[in-house]
């Protein structure tokens, strides 16, 4: 499931970019660049899905459901 690290603004900032720039040399504002290609590739990560068995159903989601809801 995508989270919130697989958002392009937050890897960004919390080490996705840092890390394409150092070990790749990655200019991660170029639109060619791994960063790039992998935010490209978690935009078609599911934001959550549902697992149906004959008897259940499971709701999957990056970090669960607050107690709240």
Known sequence: MRGNHE???VNRFLGLGAEC?????????DANSAFAKLNEAFEQMP???V???KD??????????????
Do not use: M, T, W
């Open 7 to 9: 958002d392009k603004n």
């Open 21 to 29: 720039e150092k070990r790749l040399g990655d200019d991660i504002d």
């Open 47 to 49: 934001l959550a899905a």
């Open 51 to 53: 697992i149906k068995d």
């Open 56 to 69: 259940q159903k499971i709701f999957c989601c990056h970090g669960g459901i607050g107690p709240s809801v």
